[in-house]
């Protein structure tokens, strides 16, 4: 969970405040000692960290604000993820019952939650968390109010031993365990899941999964209720878009507006229309239960990616109208193809693992400039087909 204040714009610290970083250190001794955090559990924790630069960095390149949707969702819903996803329903089927009789939340929206958050535990973040807040607390002026609170709450979880301090490892925003919960979300609505008493997201599986269903119920998820659906909508609608405001299924219907496949729109309580591509783009009428999983990370890219993803892993397609884009997404498999394609013509790329870096980006630039493509950096489509195609 990377959480809505993550969407602000951060700058660069200022080498006077790197350097007071000790200073800094020593004021949140303090103040979490207010908060009931012993001086010995402090230093323990604190114990030689120091600011780490590339975290700010980190701030200023979150893919669900800064990344295409169409390329945000063609890693994140593939049929790999889906496969996936599908495997976990059926390795973890008591558990998610379990969580589902307890909260009421579907067990596919809590796998989806799972998938996108961390890939179904094979990527939780390489930050240590101690270190990652408090270099925000100390270096991000604009929201070191919001590190500084995660990082007294990282604090309090180490001083309570739910989870040993050398295991709090996420995000450099602090979110941490199978479904990134941030600290202080952890504290408040972490749960047991197996019964042994302790809240443990890192490595309890069904702590991680319990504590995401207890998320999305305190979120306001409706039982049994739908997330919404794709629709068509008329060229002449010049209304309002977005998940907000919402409208009662019978004014969108009034609107000309049709599921995807030509039926009737339904659905209990009031919708929004969200056109996340613009309105020459897919369309889809979202419910209360979107704004659940909006709430989680607050960007609807995130959100209809959870949507779309819970969806498919009932069987049902995925987006089905088109993005308005000439040169379309890659899948992961996609992805690491083009990074082998990318490797046998010289580029060092790394492993073709899928993940596109720094690397992979420089080469793709180098490919698009000499296939006469505006150097982006972008995994897509038509770099793929000329590397297929021997256009080099």
Same mark, same amino acid.
């Given at each position: 969970?990377r959480?809505?204040?993550?969407?602000?714009?951060?700058?660069? #610290?200022?080498?006077?405040a790197?350097?007071n970083?000790?200073?800094?250190v020593?004021?949140?001794?303090?103040?979490a000692?207010?908060?009931?955090?012993?001086?010995?559990?402090?230093?323990?924790a604190?114990?030689g960290?120091?600011?780490d630069?590339?975290?700010?960095?980190a701030?200023?390149?979150?893919?669900e604000f800064?990344?295409?949707?169409?390329?945000?969702?063609?890693?994140l819903?593939?049929?790999e993820?889906?496969?996936e996803?599908?495997?976990?329903?059926?390795?973890?089927?008591s558990?998610?019952?379990?969580a !589902?009789?307890? &909260?009421?939340?579907?067990?596919?929206t809590?796998?989806?939650?799972?998938?996108?958050?961390?890939d179904?535990?094979?990527?939780?973040?390489?930050?240590?968390?101690?270190?990652?807040l408090? %270099?925000?607390?100390?270096?991000? =002026?604009?929201?070191n109010?919001? &590190?500084?609170?995660?990082l /007294?709450s990282t604090?309090?979880?180490?001083?309570?031993g739910?989870?040993?301090a050398d295991r709090?490892v996420g995000?450099?925003?602090?979110?941490?365990?199978?479904t990134q919960?941030?600290? @202080? %979300?952890y504290l408040?609505l972490?749960?047991?899941?197996?019964?042994?008493?302790?809240?443990?997201l890192?490595?309890s599986? =069904? +702590?991680a999964?319990?504590?995401?269903a207890?998320?999305?119920?305190?979120?306001?998820?409706?039982t049994g209720?739908?997330?919404?659906?794709?629709?068509?909508v008329?060229? @002449?609608?010049s209304?309002?878009t977005?998940r907000?405001?919402k409208?009662?299924v019978?004014?969108?219907?009034?609107?000309? /507006?049709v599921?995807? +496949?030509?039926?009737?729109?339904?659905?209990?309580?009031n919708?929004g229309?969200?056109?996340p591509a613009?309105?020459?783009?897919?369309?889809?009428l979202?419910?209360?239960?979107?704004?659940?999983?909006f @709430?989680?990370?607050?960007?609807?890219?995130?959100?209809?990616a959870?949507?779309?993803?819970?969806d498919?892993?009932r069987g049902?397609?995925?987006?089905?109208?088109?993005w =308005?884009?000439?040169?379309?997404?890659?899948?992961?498999?996609?992805?690491?193809?083009l990074?082998r394609l990318?490797?046998?013509?010289?580029?060092?790329?790394?492993?073709?693992?899928?993940a596109?870096?720094?690397?992979t980006?420089?080469?793709?630039?180098?490919?698009?400039?000499?296939i006469?493509? !505006?150097? %982006?950096?972008? =995994?897509g489509?038509?770099v793929?087909? #000329?590397?297929?195609g021997?256009?080099?």
């Open positions: 969970m959480a809505l204040i993550l969407a602000l714009p951060f700058v660069l #610290a200022a080498p006077a790197f350097a970083f000790d200073s800094c020593a004021g949140l001794r303090s103040a000692a207010a908060k009931g955090v012993s001086g010995a559990t402090f230093d323990r604190m114990a960290v120091t600011p630069m590339k975290i700010i960095e701030m200023n390149n979150q893919p800064k990344t295409p949707i169409w390329d945000y969702l063609g890693t819903v593939d049929d993820k889906v496969a996803g599908r495997a976990m329903l059926r390795q973890h089927a558990t998610l019952a379990a !589902e009789s307890r &909260f009421g939340v579907d067990r596919h809590i796998v989806a939650v799972w998938g996108v958050e961390s179904f535990g094979k990527a939780k973040g390489r930050w240590p968390l101690v270190q990652a408090a %270099t925000g607390a100390c270096l991000a =002026p604009r929201r109010a919001f &590190f500084r609170g995660e /007294i604090l309090q979880i180490i001083q309570r739910d989870v040993r709090l995000s450099w925003a602090g979110a941490f365990g199978h919960f941030i600290p @202080s %979300t408040r972490g749960v047991d899941g197996d019964g042994d008493g302790r809240r443990d890192v490595d599986i =069904p +702590d999964l319990h504590s995401t207890n998320f999305m119920d305190k979120a306001g998820w409706v209720a739908t997330w919404g659906y794709e629709v068509k008329p060229r @002449s609608y209304g309002a977005g907000n405001p409208r009662p019978s004014h969108w219907a009034d609107q000309g /507006i599921k995807f +496949d030509g039926s009737a729109l339904n659905g209990t309580g919708a229309l969200l056109m613009g309105r020459n783009g897919p369309a889809f979202v419910f209360k239960n979107y704004d659940a999983a @709430s989680y990370n607050g960007a609807d890219s995130y959100a209809l959870i949507s779309l993803l819970s498919r892993l049902r397609p995925g987006v089905q109208g088109q =308005p884009t000439d040169d379309l997404p890659l899948s992961r498999e996609q992805r690491r193809e990074q990318l490797i046998a013509r010289g580029y060092n790329v790394g492993e073709p693992d899928g596109v870096g720094s690397l980006r420089a080469a793709i630039k180098d490919v698009e400039g000499k006469g493509m !505006e150097p %982006t950096g972008r =995994p489509e038509k793929l087909r #000329a590397l297929k021997g256009r080099l």
